[in-house]
């Protein structure tokens, strides 16, 4: 059985190690990175890049849309690097039995075709039949070596027979047929193409009766003369003439399969689908046989031979293939496309052909880059303009760097399109990109004004923009969102997110703040994925720019209307991940995943937890029940799930400071804030942190830059003296107040005041690198100014407050460590401050000035018997002048 080979890849399957990685990514709501912090790409990082940029879809979009097909065919390809597959073609057949699926690989061991035949008495005959056939064919394909010796074994007899039991197959009636008729259509269509039977209606041409298969007209055996004959390809040539009918009846042989298919015959090796690519082999015929991937890649001169029709029939057919979803028909396409734009003489004999034309244009918008620096192996080098754009991609002449110029090939197709009737210009507003990429922004705007698709207003936009025409560019952009529910194919679900995403960036310039989170959500919303990711972000495209809009450039008032409005909290029903093994676990975690709306939700409860509205944060957190929110660990080498419990320690935290603020005793007062300051520490990054800078929870503290446009310890954020180069530090000794960061790190064009000042009125309180720890260490410094400072509470309470900064802020560290030995007493942890420290005592501080009076008393009883004498002496005097004086003022009373 044949069975098609492609080198694309396959779905990655569950590893265990993936498996543990996105656990704890779920559990920190982080980037699983796996080799070095790759981070999402922000339109907001570069926003004249990200308006100038080109629009195009991806290649394998664009190739799965060449033609229109109504068909549904089954794809199964193997690929290159998959083990082989320990099972039978028969496996893939659902409808049968474990029985007959036994019978059938019994009947597969046999060694001939006859052999099988008779093993398979009492299964239906399309079964038997072609099992046997199937048998043959693999025994013809393995006797090469043979030949000469056994007569018996000769491949040409052997296949022969194979072929009159296949033919059998096609001959019973419909319905017993239809289990193998699409199999035995395409393996009769594959032993025509090699060459092994030549006869019009698909039969064997010669040979004796074959068990199970009704005999062959008699005809003398002439494959000795027909081998003297045959190509290097396995057929007759006779001509030119027969050349061209011997492969227009092999490629109606291969549609055979396709009509099997959809009258409704097993299709479970997806052979329909892969008939397409075999039949396109039919035109890829140089001088000497096939011209084959490796001879197109390498630019072989058989690729060249090849007429122009045969060509373009190929195109058709691949992109027919591609059209079911066939990853070895992408990597034909992608093939012929990449040869053909090699040279513009080879486009310029295609591009006639609609599909051709719409393939070659979709290939250089999507696989082509421009050039760099002058190197023209640049066009393909994804890394060539990193240090530009600071992304990986190809480069974009649009964008409008001055070391990247134009690719000559994509400027000759252009002029080479522009020669072409209009009427033969299949995709206007693709060719409209690909104008405005080299640079042709007259002829861009003409073709764009050809059509009403969403590229074609997006296109229009571009143009817009670049002429600073900001209000023209919006109701382009707004124009181009309106036109999505067409569904015109124009434009792929990335394509459309990315339009949304460019128009939140353009609606922030002109200050619409509100409109540009919404836009931006909307393409967050549109990319996120449908369960966790093995590698790259876990929450999708255009979250950081989502974030960014939502934490410094809305106001808390703003953001939570837009909340209330737009973003529901998810419904996930409760579940026990601890109760699960770890395949349920992962199943469950890939079918509920975090959203963005999730995410969103979180930011705007941890913004009013900072400001002090923490009742009304709480609906925002998620249920203390919601199975996504956990936390991982390793212990024992077993992976271990806690609950998060965030709303629960959101009220704990507001509990503890609404204590803190109205306890009447010192030590109740002590207490509360010692309690807040651990619940800061210890869950701050869930109750208090910033989504970017200064604390990146996006990435659970891991990382201090990649979102967002601070940049905390990198060229002068907080905690980022170290290692810098002077010029960095002088930036950051410079960027001293908000203000001033924001003007630092707010640089470019469509960036307005307003949205500097904002900036700077949402910056963190402190400013520091995980500032919530700076804030558990203040509440831990109030707990310690209402203790007694020679009590052992006073002492460790100061000695956790370094240990919440010491690693983040020694200086503010040391500063507490002074406090300690100016005010506290001698304490056995003394050596260890901040590093080490015991639970403060506060029932011993509560007891401390009395058990300390009480040891002044014992220690100074003299002294202490004085005090007491003198004490009783004041309130003997006041009480005999309060006496006295009582005793006036009722003589001066008036007598009535």
Request: aromatic share 8%; charged share 25%; net charge negative.
């Amino acid at each position: 059985m044949h069975i098609p080979v492609s080198l694309s890849n396959p779905e990655r399957g569950r590893r265990p190690l993936a498996l543990a990685l996105l656990l704890a990514a779920l559990a920190g709501g982080s980037l699983v990175i796996a080799c070095g912090p790759e981070f999402p790409p922000q339109l907001l990082d570069d926003r004249a890049a990200t308006l100038n940029a080109t629009p195009a879809n991806s290649f394998a979009y664009e190739a799965t849309h060449l033609v229109d097909s109504r068909d549904d065919f089954s794809v199964r390809e193997r690929y290159y690097y998959e083990e082989s597959r320990q099972e039978t073609p028969d496996d893939a057949d659902k409808g049968l039995g474990a029985q007959v699926r036994d019978r059938l690989k019994a009947m597969r061991q046999a060694a001939d075709g006859d052999a099988a035949y008779a093993a398979g008495a009492g299964l239906p005959d399309a079964l038997r039949l072609y099992t046997a056939g199937a048998v043959d064919y693999r025994l013809s394909h393995a006797a090469a070596d043979d030949i000469g010796k056994d007569p018996a074994k000769d491949p040409n007899v052997v296949a022969r027979r194979a072929a009159r039991r296949f033919q059998a197959v096609l001959d019973l009636p419909a319905p017993a047929g239809a289990p193998r008729a699409a199999w035995a259509a395409y393996m009769l269509a594959e032993l025509k193409a090699q060459g092994y039977i030549m006869a019009e209606d698909g039969g064997p041409p010669t040979g004796a009766a074959t068990a199970g298969a009704p005999p062959s007209p008699s005809a003398p055996d002439d494959a000795d003369g027909l081998a003297e004959k045959r190509s290097p390809s396995g057929h007759l040539l006779t001509g030119q003439a027969a050349e061209n009918a011997w492969r227009e009846d092999v490629a109606r042989a291969y549609e055979r399969v396709r009509a099997y298919a959809r009258a409704g015959a097993d299709d479970s090796q997806g052979l329909a689908v892969a008939s397409y690519g075999q039949q396109a082999l039919l035109y890829l015929e140089g001088p000497d046989g096939t011209c084959g991937y490796a001879d197109i890649s390498s630019n072989a001169p058989c690729a060249d031979a090849i007429a122009s029709a045969d060509m373009k029939r190929a195109i058709h057919l691949y992109a027919e293939q591609a059209a079911q979803r066939s990853d070895s028909a992408l990597q034909s396409l992608r093939t012929l496309a990449g040869w053909a734009l090699e040279k513009p003489a080879r486009a310029q004999r295609l591009i006639d052909d609609p599909v051709a034309q719409r393939l070659l244009v979709a290939y250089a918008l999507a696989r082509m880059g421009d050039i760099v620096d002058g190197k023209a192996d640049s066009a393909y080098d994804v890394f060539a303009a990193y240090d530009i754009t600071d992304q990986q991609g190809l480069a974009d002449a649009a964008l409008g760097d001055s070391h990247i110029t134009p690719n000559p090939a994509l400027t000759a197709l252009t002029a080479a399109l522009v020669t072409l009737p209009p009427a033969r210009l299949g995709q206007a507003d693709q060719v409209a990109a690909l104008a405005y990429r080299v640079g042709r922004y007259d002829l861009a705007a003409q073709l764009a004004d050809r059509s009403r698709t969403p590229l074609a207003w997006w296109v229009r936009a571009k143009l817009a923009t670049r002429q600073g025409d900001t209000a023209e560019a919006a109701q382009a952009y707004g124009h181009a969102v309106q036109a999505f529910p067409s569904n015109d194919g124009s434009l792929e679900a990335a394509g459309r997110a990315r339009l949304r995403g460019e128009q939140g960036v353009l609606s922030l310039a002109r200050g619409q703040y509100v409109e540009a989170l919404d836009q931006l959500y909307q393409a967050a919303t549109a990319t996120q994925p449908d369960s966790p990711r093995e590698e790259g972000p876990l929450m999708g495209d255009y979250w950081n720019d989502v974030a960014y809009v939502a934490e410094r450039v809305l106001t808390t008032e703003e953001l939570r209307d837009y909340v209330d409005a737009h973003v529901p909290a998810t419904a996930v029903s409760a579940v026990d991940l601890r109760s699960m093994d770890s395949t349920a676990r992962s199943d469950w975690l890939y079918q509920h995943p975090v959203t963005v709306a999730d995410r969103l939700r979180q930011l705007l409860a941890r913004r009013l937890m900072r400001e002090g509205q923490r009742k009304q944060a709480l609906a925002y957190f998620p249920a203390d029940d919601d199975a996504r929110f956990m936390n991982v660990s390793w212990t024992d080498n077993q992976l271990v799930v806690t609950p998060r419990r965030s709303r629960q320690a959101a009220a704990d935290y507001d509990a503890a400071l609404a204590e803190a603020r109205d306890a009447w005793r010192d030590i109740t007062r002590a207490r509360a804030w010692y309690r807040a300051a651990l619940l800061a520490r210890k869950q701050g990054m869930d109750l208090l942190g910033y989504e970017q800078d200064p604390d990146y929870a996006v990435y659970d503290g891991s990382y201090t830059y990649g979102a967002g446009r601070g940049a905390v310890g990198v060229d002068g954020g907080p905690g980022g003296s170290a290692g810098q180069d002077p010029a960095a530090q002088q930036a950051e000794a410079q960027a001293d107040t908000p203000a001033k960061r924001a003007a630092r790190d707010l640089v470019g064009p469509y960036i307005t005041d307003e949205e500097r000042r904002r900036y700077a009125a949402t910056e963190a309180q402190p400013y520091a690198r995980f500032h919530y720890r700076e804030i558990a260490a203040d509440h831990a410094v109030a707990a310690a100014g209402l203790l007694p400072a020679r009590s052992q509470a006073y002492a460790a309470t100061l000695c956790r407050a370094a240990s919440f900064v010491i690693d983040d802020d020694p200086d503010r560290a040391g500063a507490i460590y002074k406090q300690y030995v100016k005010e506290g007493a001698l304490v056995p942890f003394g050596a260890t401050f901040g590093r080490a420290c015991p639970a403060p005592d506060f029932e011993g501080a509560a007891r401390f000035p009395y058990v300390q009076a009480w040891r002044t008393l014992r220690r100074h009883p003299a002294a202490s018997a004085a005090a007491g004498a003198a004490v009783v002496a004041c309130v003997v005097v006041v009480l005999a002048l309060w006496r006295h004086r009582r005793r006036r003022r009722r003589r001066a009373e008036p007598r009535t």
